[in-house]
């Protein structure tokens, strides 16, 4: 009876310190069903969301999952079932309560009972958006770099014999490189009579090949 006893009480005191270490934690965790139906939520993942405790444990994660998402996320689920992974650790977007997307790391595993049943998901998922806003950032930035020099190598190349041709080639390499639709000129007609705008490059079909004239 005392040596049951003093299992029980460590039973107690590693539930206990789970709990804690679960609702204290400063990123998101999370117990979920196999089916995917969260049971536990702390804190940190309902401000992650947006949604409150008595929300999320009427969700499934695929209900705040982005949808471009939801494949990998299953897939990773069933490889953590069949017994192919014993973890799964990738980034994912959920989606917040007001219609953001959140990018996550989640690192998740499947814990097993008596005869390696499986029981339950526990998983952590930690807020890398600032990261990934500046990766794109990031990206644009080395993305324009390469529109500017690719717009350098092509005026190094023009023919500055036809003035008109190099005017409208310059135009062109500019407004490519700074994505704008279209570029044009207002100028006055020979008898100064009226004020005309016309196009030296367009970025699409629907825009004009020239806009208005002013009498």
């Given at each position: 009876h005392g040596e049951l006893g003093r299992r029980m009480?460590?039973?107690?005191?590693?539930?206990?310190?789970?709990?804690?270490?679960?609702?204290?934690?400063?990123?998101?965790?999370?117990?979920?069903?196999?089916?995917?139906?969260?049971?536990?939520?702390?804190?940190?993942?309902?401000?992650?969301?947006?949604?409150?405790?008595?929300?999320?444990?009427?969700?499934?994660?695929?209900?705040?999952?982005?949808?471009?998402?939801?494949?990998?996320?299953g897939e990773q689920a069933k490889r953590l079932l069949s017994g192919d992974l014993a973890s799964a650790e990738f980034e994912k977007r959920y989606r917040h309560k007001d219609g953001s997307t959140v990018w996550a790391l989640l690192a998740t595993t499947l814990l097993r009972g008596a005869g390696g049943r499986p029981l339950h998901f526990v998983s952590e998922i930690q807020d890398i958006s600032g990261r990934k806003r500046a990766e794109q950032a990031s990206a644009g930035h080395a993305a324009g770099v390469i529109r500017r020099q690719a717009a350098l190598l092509g005026l190094s190349k023009l023919d500055l014999a036809d003035p008109n041709a190099t005017i409208r080639a310059i135009t062109e390499e500019v407004a490519r490189t700074l994505a704008v639709e279209r570029a044009s000129v207002w100028f006055f007609t020979e008898d100064r009579s009226a004020l005309v705008c016309r196009d030296l490059f367009r970025g699409g079909p629907?825009?004009?090949?020239?806009?208005?004239?002013?009498?």
């Open positions: 009480e460590e039973l107690r005191e590693s539930e206990e310190r789970f709990r804690t270490a679960f609702e204290s934690a400063r990123i998101g965790k999370a117990k979920a069903a196999r089916a995917g139906r969260f049971l536990k939520v702390n804190e940190a993942l309902q401000a992650m969301l947006g949604y409150s405790e008595r929300e999320l444990l009427g969700m499934n994660f695929r209900d705040v999952t982005f949808p471009e998402d939801l494949e990998k996320s629907g825009v004009p090949e020239s806009g208005v004239s002013l009498e």
